[in-house]
């Protein structure tokens, strides 16, 4: 094994497609490091605080994801953050050392405020505040030395390690390891309306899709524009359709690609494979997700198991962590 792996995803909404990139990832890692998977709960409610129905609901429906994309429970540990409160010790204990400077400038800050200030949203808060603090305690608990993450969560990783070393340097004792990122190679795969996919812009494609609701979401994906009739040669450069192909379907979209240029083959007929194809593409995934829908207890049972044994990893450091800072 490489070394231990913490990642984690807020439980906010349906996975699509473009998580389901990210999963596959994950899946990847199981086999090279010792893996610890977080369904992170309290970084949902930094803004959801008020629904918190819809967190939980969330948790279990993303769990279903998670297993329908190929974690396993039995090489990865699938926790759920608010079960170990040794999370919530340790961003405590952390927060006595972190200089409040250091959090009000992490870029995000100020950028997310705004952005929800605009959607009428306050969340101004302490517990807002101190989201990144809260990433850092959840990857130092178990000294994690690398994380899978996006891009946009690089600040957050170098946030994380002048925290490690911070207390490394105030105990004079390495504790912590200082993570790194892993940033991994996963297609950058627009929305059906060409923005970036997300659950805000309702331009994504479910993980949990049957073929009619990727049919449905397909025949809206914007195509070349200058393309009037269905005889005109089209542009597969400016078209999600064809950036979809490449994707779900290598094997023909050269010639698909060819044939849209010509003018010899339609935007419905060219939609109508890439459908097909995507269907195809996420049938197993679906299969897994109704076998472990029709068994409930199967899961509450791989999150009390995931749970036991982060409890027990985390407690660990945790007495190490106290007995440095003397309580
Ligand atoms: N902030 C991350 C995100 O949106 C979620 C997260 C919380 C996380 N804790 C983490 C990711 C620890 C990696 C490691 O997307």
């Given at each position: 094994?490489k070394?231990?792996?913490?990642?984690?995803?807020?439980p906010?909404?349906?996975?699509?497609?473009?998580?389901?990139?990210?999963?596959?990832?994950?899946?990847?890692?199981?086999?090279?490091?010792?893996?610890?998977?977080?369904i992170?709960d309290?970084h949902?409610?930094?803004?959801?605080?008020?629904?918190?129905?819809?967190?939980?609901?969330?948790?279990?429906?993303?769990?279903?994801?998670?297993?329908?994309?190929?974690?396993?429970?039995?090489?990865?540990?699938i926790?759920?953050?608010?079960?170990?409160?040794?999370?919530?010790?340790?961003?405590?204990l952390?927060?006595m050392?972190?200089?409040?400077?250091?959090?009000?400038?992490?870029?995000?800050?100020?950028?997310?405020?705004?952005?929800?200030?605009?959607?009428g949203?306050?969340?101004?808060?302490?517990?807002?505040?101190?989201?990144?603090?809260?990433?850092?305690?959840?990857i130092?608990?178990?000294?994690?030395?690398?994380?899978?993450?996006g891009?946009?969560?690089?600040?957050?990783?170098?946030?994380t390690?002048?925290?490690?070393?911070?207390?490394?340097?105030?105990?004079?004792?390495?504790?912590?390891?200082e993570?790194?990122?892993?940033?991994?190679?996963?297609?950058?795969?627009?929305?059906?309306?060409?923005?970036k996919?997300s659950?805000?812009?309702?331009?994504?494609?479910?993980?949990?899709?049957?073929l009619?609701?990727?049919?449905?979401?397909?025949?809206l994906?914007?195509?070349?524009?200058?393309?009037i009739?269905?005889?005109?040669?089209?542009?597969?450069?400016?078209?999600?359709?064809?950036?979809y192909?490449?994707?779900?379907?290598?094997?023909?979209v050269?010639?698909?690609?060819?044939?849209?240029?010509?003018?010899?083959?339609?935007?419905?007929a060219?939609?109508?494979?890439?459908?097909?194809?995507?269907a195809?593409?996420?049938?197993?995934?679906?299969e897994r997700r109704?076998?472990?829908s029709?068994?409930?207890?199967?899961?509450?049972?791989?999150?009390?198991?995931?749970s036991k044994?982060?409890?027990v990893?985390?407690?660990?450091?945790?007495?190490?962590?106290?007995?440095?800072?003397?309580?």
């Amino acid at each position: 094994m490489k070394g231990r792996i913490f990642s984690g995803m807020r439980p906010t909404g349906r996975l699509h497609i473009g998580h389901l990139s990210v999963l596959e990832n994950w899946v990847k890692l199981q086999d090279e490091y010792e893996c610890v998977f977080g369904i992170v709960d309290w970084h949902a409610l930094t803004t959801a605080f008020d629904n918190p129905e819809e967190v939980r609901k969330n948790i279990k429906e993303m769990l279903l994801d998670w297993l329908s994309a190929g974690i396993d429970p039995n090489k990865s540990i699938i926790m759920v953050q608010s079960h170990v409160k040794q999370h919530a010790e340790l961003h405590l204990l952390l927060s006595m050392i972190t200089p409040l400077s250091w959090l009000e400038r992490v870029p995000t800050y100020k950028d997310q405020i705004q952005q929800l200030g605009k959607q009428g949203k306050d969340i101004s808060t302490y517990g807002f505040l101190g989201y990144p603090l809260l990433m850092a305690a959840d990857i130092l608990v178990y000294k994690a030395d690398t994380v899978p993450v996006g891009e946009d969560q690089l600040p957050h990783l170098e946030f994380t390690r002048e925290i490690a070393r911070r207390f490394n340097y105030l105990y004079q004792k390495e504790v912590f390891p200082e993570p790194q990122a892993i940033l991994s190679k996963i297609p950058l795969l627009p929305g059906i309306d060409k923005r970036k996919m997300s659950k805000s812009y309702d331009n994504y494609i479910a993980m949990a899709s049957d073929l009619a609701e990727i049919q449905a979401k397909v025949r809206l994906m914007v195509t070349d524009p200058n393309r009037i009739k269905k005889n005109d040669p089209g542009n597969p450069e400016v078209c999600v359709v064809h950036t979809y192909h490449q994707i779900y379907n290598p094997t023909e979209v050269e010639d698909i690609g060819e044939t849209c240029k010509k003018g010899s083959i339609g935007c419905v007929a060219c939609k109508k494979i890439l459908a097909e194809k995507l269907a195809n593409y996420l049938s197993p995934i679906m299969e897994r997700r109704n076998y472990y829908s029709e068994r409930p207890e199967l899961l509450d049972e791989i999150l009390e198991e995931g749970s036991k044994k982060a409890q027990v990893l985390t407690e660990k450091t945790l007495e190490e962590v106290r007995d440095v800072m003397g309580v």
